[in-house]
């Protein structure tokens, strides 16, 4: 009999015990919060293996997309999501086209608690041959749309996060170490790293965290347009601890975190999602 009620019992604290993994691993540690998106072109794209990890965990979430040329893409993927996924265009540029794209948001929310920024981009000549050639007009744009953009969009973002809230911005190894033809796009990452440290400062006392994620390689868009791309992938499989860079899924599981409250202490940080290849001397 006493044998008996103890196998119950141990019966009774498995099913509990796997009742609360479950619920862990399933549950919407997002949900109630509201997130907007930059950066989504393609179903490659960053931005949107993170978006797919924010609105599993429950987030409800707003896009932006670059011009005219890939509404298309944009509406298509974010129609996975249901019918009327709020989405306006917003070329980070441009001062105007980020002003009307918070009024739009303010039409549709009024509060946000993520900031998702996976936007890029330097003239292709400038991802090729040698870092002294880089033009004052090359330099200028890939820090615009690369850099500074993470500032513009988290001043008209943050007086929406009057809860507090979480911004995430992708980087690359590259801000840090030089990585051949990474170039003028490195110089740009460190200016986006600083930037992240400075905005944590800032919006700090509003509980509103400013983190990066720099992920090693991904076969994405803008990733094709930096020349040997497919030979830095086989270097990481090489040479990093886990003989490997990281997939888009894995990226969008630590979007998650740092948007979670698992984060909540995390701040002005670089945290890499590489495979570990960031920790190798040689
Ligand atoms: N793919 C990689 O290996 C890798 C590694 C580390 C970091 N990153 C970073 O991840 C981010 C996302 O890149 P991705 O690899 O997903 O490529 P992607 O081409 O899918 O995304 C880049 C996005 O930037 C947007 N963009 C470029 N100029 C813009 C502008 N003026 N206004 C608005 N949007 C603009 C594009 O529309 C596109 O959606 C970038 O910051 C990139 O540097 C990529």
């Known amino acids: 009999m006493t044998i008996l009620v103890a196998v119950q019992r ?6 509990i ?5 479950t619920a862990i691993m399933t549950s919407q540690v997002l949900s109630e919060k509201v997130g907007v998106v930059f950066g989504v072109a393609n179903k490659r794209s960053i931005a949107w293996a993170i978006a ?35 989405l306006f265009p917003c070329d980070v540029s441009s001062d105007e086209e980020i002003t009307k794209f918070f009024q739009e948001v303010r039409g549709q929310t ?19 041959g ?21 500032v513009a969009l988290a001043r008209e973002a943050a007086p929406l996060m009057t809860n507090g809230g979480s911004i995430v911005a992708m980087t690359y190894y590259g801000a840090e170490k030089v990585v051949p033809h990474y170039n003028v796009m490195g110089v740009a990452k460190a200016s986006l790293e600083a930037s992240t440290r400075y905005l944590a400062y800032d919006l700090g006392p509003k509980n509103i965290r400013v983190n990066c994620i720099s992920a090693g390689p991904v076969n994405t868009l803008a990733a094709r347009g930096i020349s040997g791309f ?32 698992g984060a909540v202490a995390i701040t002005g940080q670089v945290i890499y999602v590489d495979g570990g290849y960031q920790i190798m001397g040689m």
């Open 17 to 21: 015990f796997v009742g609360i993994v």
């Open 230 to 261: 497919m030979s830095m992938l086989k270097h990481y499989q090489e040479r990093a601890p886990l003989k490997r860079s990281c997939d888009p899924a894995e990226l969008g599981a630590t979007g998650v975190f740092l948007a979670s409250d």
């Open 10 to 15: 141990q019966a009774l604290c498995h099913v």
């Open 130 to 150: 040698e870092f002294v050639n880089t033009t004052r007009e090359a330099f200028r744009t890939a820090h615009d749309i690369s850099a500074y953009s993470l």
């Open 52 to 86: 797919k990890a924010w609105a599993a965990a429950g987030a409800r979430l707003i896009f932006n997309y670059q011009g005219e040329r890939l509404k298309e893409n944009v509406e298509e993927l974010v129609g996975e999501f249901g019918e009327n996924v709020p």
């Open 110 to 128: 009024d509060r946000l608690d993520l900031l998702l920024h996976s936007v890029a981009f330097a003239p292709k000549e400038a991802l090729e």
